[in-house]
């Protein structure tokens, strides 16, 4: 079954500290992957996606298949970075939906 | 600039009531999500809909259904809401072809309390 895997509810790290979200997918088939951000009293919004290969505020996201992961890396963690981080994947076999995981609060510290 | 609306924000309901959540799009969107956000358990697929008078079920659709007359609207229906239905509710759209692409387009949720 489909499934995705953010091991960590909470991850705290000082200003200026890298920061690598995790997250580990199970789809057989050519898997799509997404971060989504919600920052708080904000609506859920797209950070970026696997096939884009693209940095969005510093982030960046590399596919590994081998091990199945998608995580989520800044080199230098920003007070403006804390917010939840959702990790999903697209379910091409029924109708596109996406599956997301638990979720990562993701807190930097002054 | 917002394109996903849901009519409420915050929501009270008794036990038992039958409790109607609206979302409300204007990109013209096919597909059309209707997700519960709970801390620890992350977003969980209730009802999706493809097009106009289309559902299915997601992954935790019991004690809810939707309804979707127009293409802009995706109403989600508790018939007889219990405590344990007391949750974050959010609505999304996209494109048919849309994922690869654009992702979802969320809205700004409603808190359900039922007491």
């Known amino acids: 079954a489909q499934r995705v895997t953010q091991p960590e509810k909470l991850l705290s790290v000082f200003k200026g500290a890298p920061v690598e979200l995790k997250c580990n997918y199970s789809y057989s088939g050519s898997p799509e992957l997404f971060w989504y951000v919600q920052y708080s009293r904000q609506r859920l919004q797209l950070l970026l996606r696997h096939i884009s290969r693209e940095s969005i505020k510093g982030f960046t996201a590399d596919l590994n298949k081998g091990e199945t992961s998608f995580h989520l890396k800044k080199p230098f963690a920003q007070e403006e970075d804390s917010a939840m981080y959702y990790c999903a994947l697209r379910d091409k076999s029924y109708g596109n939906k996406l599956v997301f995981g638990a979720g990562t609060i993701l807190r930097v510290k002054s | 600039d917002v394109k996903v609306t849901q009519s409420s924000r915050y929501l009270v309901k008794r036990t038992g009531e039958k409790v109607f959540l609206e979302c409300v799009q204007d990109m013209d969107h096919e597909n059309m999500f209707w997700y519960r956000q709970d801390p620890g358990l992350g977003l969980r697929l209730i009802y999706f809909s493809y097009d106009v008078k289309m559902k299915e079920k997601g992954d935790i659709p019991e004690g809810y259904s939707v309804s979707r007359e127009k293409k802009e609207r995706f109403s989600l229906i508790l018939e007889s809401a219990s405590t344990n239905q007391t949750s974050m509710y959010l609505c999304?759209?996209?494109?048919?072809?849309?994922?690869?692409?654009?992702?979802?387009?969320f809205g700004s949720g409603t808190r359900l309390t039922v007491v």
């Open positions: 999304a759209s996209s494109l048919r072809s849309s994922g690869a692409q654009n992702g979802y387009t």
